[in-house]
């Protein structure tokens, strides 16, 4: 059971490049969530899908765009890299019962320079 | 709006002693309160959680939490510390009482255990 894969773990982007960060789960959960992770800032909530086809903005959508055409994928795209969001970039899955945990992707780590 | 709080940054802790990991939280009706680990390179792993029921909660890696409403804590405890035992720590909060449901999570304790 693979959970939550996200890819690619590491890129390097140049400024004003466009790029998509790939999730998938594999656990047929409605809800996933999109967080950036700085350091000793914890996780910030970038966009959320409550099921295939409904997406939301969090906390720091600005920059970002999300689809959810299916219920395993949850795609995030950067249009125009700035440096503002060089960070840790982490996929999460849960169900619809909200006493469950989280599950979380290993991450992609990028750098915009 | 709920809050998380983890006021410590950093724990330092020998091997074998015993190890606490603090959180406090804000919510407006009852909350579901949860603790992950985050090893280096790696995504957030559960640990354990408090939905309702009895104070004490244990996990895994012979962690446990307790539950205190008054004080609106949920401090994580291992009683004897191993060396693999140090990561990022985060606690994060749901708040039943609000029609947000997102998960709240702290800034992040790193703890290291010294041999």
């Known amino acids: 059971n693979a959970g939550v894969t996200q890819t690619p ?4 982007l140049k400024i004003g490049q466009s790029m998509t960060l790939q999730c998938t789960q594999d656990m047929n959960h409605n809800y996933m969530y999109w967080y950036r992770q700085d350091p000793g800032m914890g996780l910030k909530l970038i966009y959320y899908s409550v099921g295939a086809g409904i997406t939301d903005k969090g906390e720091v959508p600005n920059g970002y765009n999300v689809s959810r055409s299916t219920t395993e994928d949850f795609p995030l795209r950067l249009e125009l890299a700035a440096p503002s969001q060089t960070s840790v970039y982490f996929c999460a899955s849960e169900g619809q019962e909200l006493n469950q945990p989280q599950h979380f992707g290993d991450g992609t780590r990028l750098s915009i320079l | 709006a709920q809050s998380v709080a983890q006021p410590e940054d950093q724990v330092n802790v020998a091997e074998g002693n015993p190890l606490t990991v603090k959180c406090t939280y804000s919510v407006s009706g009852n909350p579901y309160l949860f603790w992950y680990v985050q090893y280096p390179n790696r995504g ?9 029921g009895d104070n004490l909660v244990k996990g895994s890696y012979g962690f446990e939490a307790e539950f205190n409403k008054s004080q609106t804590s949920f401090h994580l405890k291992k009683p004897s510390a191993l060396v693999s035992d140090s990561a990022l720590y985060f606690c994060a909060v749901r708040d ?20």
């Open chain 2, 96 to 115: 039943l009482g609000s029609n947000d449901y997102k998960l709240s999570f702290g800034a992040g304790t790193t703890v290291t255990v010294r041999a």
């Open chain 2, 44 to 52: 957030l792993q559960f640990l354990l959680k408090y939905i309702t």
């Open chain 1, 9 to 12: 773990k590491f890129r390097i």
